[in-house]
């Protein structure tokens, strides 16, 4: 977590302890929903919260404008989740709209749930229909 956002830590700095303390750690990281860059400094000894993210692969059944219907492994019906509208991820909500529409595989995808949001992260073809 870094100022309160999921990240994925991009890249890891320190800096040597100076006269008044410890030595620093600055660390880069890219917010795993929305793809913006944030960068925080931590003392060396500090504990630093990590988020609790949740990966789940969904198979398509319908598209209902903005809204995903997708099915679990055990069966049960999800339709709260939206197709990303995000910049970065406007190629996964293309390659989820092709591959419902051409209709001869199966679409997978693969959802992750992070702080009470979800987000469409991954597509991909599955067997045949």
Do not use: W
């Not at 956002?5 to 750690?25: D, F, I, L």
């Not at 500090?46 to 988020?51: E, H, K, L, T």
């Amino acid at each position: 977590m870094i100022k309160g956002n999921p990240c994925k830590v991009t890249e890891v700095s320190t800096a040597k302890p100076g006269k008044h303390g410890s030595a620093k750690v600055i660390l880069k990281g890219k917010d795993i929903l929305t793809a913006k860059v944030y960068e925080c400094t931590f003392h060396a000894g500090d504990m630093v919260d990590a988020p609790i993210v949740k990966r789940t692969e969904y198979t398509l059944l319908n598209i209902d404008e903005n809204t995903v219907e997708l099915l679990d492994n055990q069966g049960e019906v999800k339709s709260d989740v939206n197709l990303p509208e995000a910049e970065h991820l406007k190629e996964i909500a293309n390659g989820i709209k092709r591959i419902f529409e051409e209709g001869k595989k199966e679409c997978l995808i693969t959802v992750i749930k992070c702080m009470e949001k979800e987000v469409c992260t991954e597509v991909r073809e599955g067997g045949e229909v």
